[in-house]
């Protein structure tokens, strides 16, 4: 095997065990931070050692018992620790008399729900829990992050360091809640997801409309915990909503990279495969008593999209009432936005300026680009063209992403001619 192939082994590697590594080692140390460092160290010896002597039978436990070895002699070297660190020292040394242990399943199914509730704190900011979550858990590097927020590489170098760091000093217990604890623990698991989730599926900004990459670590760490926490409702409404959406990626693009909106796109390309596994996860949700959650009524949306061969086949008074049901268990403007599309579609235009009407004074849409957008797609159905190409300009204005600002300029540039040809 060749240097660059051995290198390419190590990277997809630590892609597959850095989340089960960070988790075992943070369990030993209760350190988040110190983990990571120890299984970083761990990587470099690796990068140094595997291209002579190849790659191990077992890389995981490899890394896992040169990481031990590491935190052994910085605990062995720092004078001023107590006894209690000595006491550690001396179980992982007796640990380390097999180097290679049998990993008990539950052991690595603990871990890992550990550390995805410890990455998700809510003392964290959102976006040092996303951040880190992607650190931790998606095996990305700091500029692969940054990259993909389109933030400069020391800034998310600051912002995940200042994470650990809050984690550490806040004494955060590294387990995962339970009582009345996991509830909101679990929201924000869940929401931090989605947020991945979503920048890849819509990114806010730059010349990419998607961005594929983040959307699979979103649904890959949707999937594992699915299968560490499987007698959570949400957790697999969460995974169908992810599902089902990504099911339509080909078909979100064109060949110059252009957005194609939900209507317009070839649904032959979906993808198929993820759309069955998106719904037998709904029905898993549905099982478990999780029908009336937000990420199932928002899967069942989805699938009602799903479902429909064409466009015009699709259920619009079933999502409407979907998303009335939505609106009663999380209200907020941006469900309001997406309920007056349903209506317009179920019930006419009119139905759906309506409602957007009402939501032109709410502060958290003052800068949201889609609710222009949306009101300029009403008012161009209703033939009301020089409004409708305001509202376009408006929302081009608002959005940092190149592809739909694009879009919506053309949009204007359309309504402008129909105007003008009357």
């Not at 924000?188 to 947020?195: N, P, R, T």
Request: include cysteine; aromatic fraction near 4%.
């Amino acid at each position: 095997m060749t240097p660059p192939d051995i290198h390419r082994t190590i990277d997809a590697v630590w892609k597959i065990e850095s989340p089960r590594l960070i988790g075992g080692l943070a369990r030993i140390v209760r350190d988040v931070g110190l983990a990571e460092d120890l299984a970083q160290d761990a990587l470099v010896a690796a990068l140094e050692q595997w291209p002579e002597s190849g790659i191990p039978d077992n890389p995981g436990a490899w890394l896992m018992g040169t990481a031990k070895h590491r935190a052994i002699d910085l605990i062995r070297r720092n004078v001023r620790l107590g006894q209690k660190h000595a006491t550690l020292a001396r179980e992982m040394e007796l640990q380390q008399e097999d180097t290679t242990p049998a990993v008990e399943p539950d052991e690595v199914r603990d871990d890992l729900l550990r550390l995805i509730f410890t990455a998700c704190h809510p003392v964290l900011p959102t976006e040092a829990r996303v951040a880190l979550t992607l650190r931790l858990l998606g095996g990305l590097t700091t500029e692969e992050i940054a990259r993909a927020f389109l933030v400069p590489v020391p800034t998310m170098y600051q912002r995940i360091t200042r994470a650990k760091r809050t984690l550490s000093a806040a004494n955060v217990p590294f387990e995962v809640p339970s009582g009345p604890e996991l509830a909101p623990r679990l929201s924000s698991v869940l929401e931090v997801i989605y947020l991945i989730f979503n920048e890849g599926y819509a990114a806010t900004a730059g010349d990419d409309w998607v961005r594929p990459e983040l959307c699979a670590d979103a649904l890959r760490l949707g999937r594992v915990l699915a299968g560490l926490a499987p007698d959570e409702p949400e957790v697999h409404g969460l995974v169908a909503l992810m599902e089902i959406q990504a099911s339509r990626a080909r078909a979100r693009v064109g060949p110059s990279g252009e957005p194609i909106l939900l209507l317009d796109q070839d649904r032959s390309r979906w993808d198929h495969l993820l759309i069955r596994r998106g719904l037998a996860a709904l029905e898993r949700a549905e099982q478990l008593g999780g029908a009336l959650g937000p990420y199932a009524l928002q899967a069942a949306i989805a699938a009602c999209h799903a479902r429909a061969r064409t466009a015009d086949a699709t259920d619009w008074e079933g999502i409407a009432a979907l998303y009335d049901a939505l609106a009663q268990l999380m209200p907020s403007p941006i469900v309001e936005l997406n309920r007056a599309v349903a209506l317009s579609m179920a019930f006419g235009p009119a139905a759906g300026l309506e409602l957007v009407d009402t939501l032109l004074a709410e502060p958290a849409l003052a800068r949201y680009h889609l609710l222009p957008s949306v009101r300029g797609d009403f008012l161009f159905k209703l033939g009301r063209l020089d409004e409708a190409r305001a509202e376009f300009l408006r929302a081009a204005s608002m959005t940092q992403n190149a592809r739909e600002q694009k879009l919506l300029l053309d949009r204007a540039a359309c309504a402008g001619s129909a105007s003008s040809s009357e």
